[in-house]
């Protein structure tokens, strides 16, 4: 666990939004913080318009939400204080019998800021929260804070040999995204020209938000984002103790921070995260099995340490044959008075016809894929092995009705090389970058082995296990498949759906998956969207 603090960019405001802004945020200075006293579609919308802008939360809210509220009757409060006198309240019931239940129906909006993207797979690890990234597609990543370009500076790594090095190479990585991103918007001007129906505005964001996709390998795992999450006590007390069993320092310190806050607004609900005998003991249990499976696999897989790079990016590794059968059991079952063997036996006798007959009624006329069949889905799993950029893994990992697991993220695996890039005649550029991210992953994995990730570009491939029944496959394939997609990850969701149709032979299932996206990759991802947005701010 490190034992320097880490050092984060303080916003500066002035006397009279400082006034403001202690009505509704635990505090002013801090990079984590609670949202209090406010609406919750205030909350919602605050969150939903932070992923897609480069402020922090609470210059958004001074510049784009205060206008638009009531605030005057809010004056005499100051949610920078607290609200101790909560905690007798819940005592009684959660402490001192463990009601966990309790713990479920009390919930906060916390904003976490500044955290790298290794932070930000950590904050969004578990099920039961909701969460908001901030994205790589809407933000020019070269702008600085504070003078500074934004990337974790770890003060252990800062203040060893290797500090100015790290500095210098994440200061480069920073200089070549930035150079990149503007020249390969000229060449996607070139490729792309504008149509005149569109406006200027809605062009310019399509261009960008396609340069940006092209261009974000680069950035490295310690790229700074915003992270909004909304949960309840018990998501936040298991966060927090996954955190401190983290062996990444960064995470162990953030820990801290958002213990802090919480126990501003739901202070009874974490009673337990810090005692010895409760969240210590489980902290620690975490540790020791993390740390049992390092030395054991080590032990018995040492010796086979191949990158298998050369290999298909999206395995089916395990899957059940008869898991379609069963899923036309299970749409059947509710509808009938017989047994579930009874119902498999009589399904297992059916033509292939009759079959596609039962989910073709089961499915419906989904007219859009937020139409979701019922759990009947649920009745069969499909387990994948994935080598992807580590790009697309973030935005995956989100999906949390599923099963997955990551293994360390390094260079080993080769990275993504954009075919637009390489098309601009920028590759040679791109190339520098990624022999930037790579040496000082060298360096820094000999003193810093927890660490080096750091220092890894998003365009590094990383490898992953993921598992998820029929009915999360719909709507993560469905998703993540859209033309509106980065060209990584929907490379993963094409292939998973080709797959469970012809590996596991389920093609009444893939069937069901009316809106999975086969086709290229479009002109511009972003240019429908945007003209879709821009219609409804004309009210047209």
């Known amino acids: 666990m490190s034992s320097a603090a880490p050092t984060y960019f303080i916003e500066q405001f002035s006397e009279d939004e400082r006034h403001i802004l202690r009505r509704y945020f635990s505090n002013l200075d801090g990079p984590v913080f609670a949202l209090v006293n406010l609406p919750e579609v205030v909350k919602g919308a605050l969150f939903a318009r932070y992923s897609r802008s480069p402020k922090s939360l609470r210059r958004l809210f001074l510049d784009e939400f205060v206008g638009e509220l009531d605030?005057?009757?809010?004056?005499?409060?100051?949610?920078?204080?607290?609200?101790?006198?909560?905690?007798?309240?819940?005592?009684?019931?959660?402490?001192?019998?463990?009601?966990?239940?309790?713990?479920?129906?009390?919930?906060?909006?916390?904003?976490?800021?500044?955290?790298?993207?290794?932070?930000?797979?950590?904050?969004?690890?578990?099920?039961?929260?909701?969460?908001?990234?901030?994205?790589?597609?809407?933000?020019?990543?070269?702008?600085?804070?504070?003078?500074?370009?934004?990337?974790?500076?770890d003060p252990e790594i800062l203040a060893s040999g290797l500090g100015a090095r790290y500095v210098g190479d994440m200061d480069r990585l920073f200089t070549i995204y930035g150079a990149l991103a503007v020249s390969i918007q000229d060449y996607f001007r070139e490729q792309f020209p504008k149509a005149e129906s569109d406006s200027d505005f809605v062009y310019r964001q399509a261009i960008r938000a396609k340069a940006y996709d092209a261009t974000r390998g680069i950035l490295p795992s310690a790229a700074l984002s915003n992270v909004g999450i909304y949960g309840s006590g018990q998501g936040f007390e298991s966060l927090i103790l996954h955190m401190k069993a983290s062996p990444l320092p960064e995470?162990?310190?953030?820990?801290?921070?958002?213990?802090?806050?919480?126990?501003?607004?739901?202070?009874?609900?974490?009673?337990?995260?810090?005692?010895?005998?409760?969240?210590?003991?489980?902290?620690?249990?975490?540790?020791?099995?993390?740390?049992?499976?390092?030395?054991?696999?080590?032990?018995?897989?040492?010796?086979?340490?191949?990158?298998?790079?050369?290999?298909?990016?999206?395995?089916?590794?395990?899957?059940?044959?008869?898991?379609?059968?069963?899923?036309?059991?299970?749409?059947?079952?509710?509808?009938?008075?017989?047994?579930?063997?009874?119902?498999?036996?009589?399904?297992?006798?059916?033509?292939?016809?009759?079959?596609?007959?039962?989910?073709?009624?089961?499915?419906?006329?989904?007219?859009?894929?937020?139409?979701?069949?019922?759990?009947?889905?649920?009745?069969?799993?499909?387990?994948?092995?994935?080598?992807?950029?580590?790009g697309a893994f973030r935005d995956l990992q989100r999906h949390r009705l599923m099963t997955i697991e990551w293994q360390d993220l390094s260079p080993r695996h080769g990275y993504t090389l954009p075919v637009a890039v390489?098309?601009?005649?920028?590759?040679?550029?791109?190339?520098?970058?990624?022999?930037?991210?790579?040496?000082?992953?060298?360096r820094l994995s000999e003193q810093f082995p927890q660490r080096a990730p750091y220092a890894v570009s998003l365009a590094y491939r990383i490898r992953y296990v993921m598992q998820f029944n029929a009915r999360e496959a719909m709507h993560l394939i469905e998703l993540r498949t859209g033309v509106q997609g980065h060209p990584s990850y929907r490379s993963v969701g094409q292939e998973m759906h080709r797959l469970i149709a012809e590996k596991a032979g389920h093609q009444a299932i893939a069937e069901m998956m009316r809106f999975v996206d086969h086709s290229g990759e479009p002109e511009l991802e972003r240019l429908d969207a945007e003209r879709r947005a821009e219609q409804r701010r004309s009210g047209a």
Not at 257 to 276: A, G, H, M, N, Y
Not at 300 to 307: C, H, K, Q, V
Not at 349 to 375: F, I, Q, W
């Open 71 to 153: 605030i005057a009757g809010d004056e005499t409060i100051d949610a920078t204080i607290g609200l101790a006198r909560a905690e007798a309240l819940y005592d009684r019931v959660f402490f001192e019998y463990g009601d966990d239940s309790v713990a479920q129906l009390g919930g906060v909006h916390l904003a976490c800021e500044q955290a790298s993207n290794l932070l930000t797979k950590v904050l969004e690890w578990g099920r039961l929260m909701s969460y908001l990234e901030q994205s790589t597609r809407y933000i020019p990543y070269d702008e600085r804070a504070g003078g500074r370009f934004r990337y974790y500076r």
């Open 251 to 390: 995470a162990n310190s953030y820990a801290d921070l958002i213990l802090t806050e919480l126990r501003k607004v739901i202070p009874s609900f974490l009673r337990r995260v810090d005692l010895p005998e409760r969240g210590g003991a489980w902290s620690d249990y975490m540790s020791s099995t993390r740390e049992a499976m390092e030395t054991i696999a080590y032990e018995m897989l040492a010796g086979d340490e191949s990158s298998d790079s050369s290999g298909p990016s999206v395995s089916l590794v395990d899957w059940d044959p008869e898991g379609e059968i069963k899923t036309i059991a299970a749409m059947l079952y509710p509808y009938t008075h017989l047994s579930e063997d009874r119902v498999l036996d009589r399904v297992r006798a059916m033509s292939t016809d009759d079959r596609l007959s039962v989910a073709r009624a089961y499915v419906g006329e989904r007219s859009n894929r937020r139409h979701k069949p019922g759990r009947a889905l649920e009745r069969t799993d499909y387990r994948f092995d994935v080598v992807s950029d580590y």
């Open 422 to 442: 390489e098309e601009a005649g920028l590759g040679e550029s791109y190339a520098e970058a990624m022999s930037v991210s790579m040496e000082l992953w060298s």
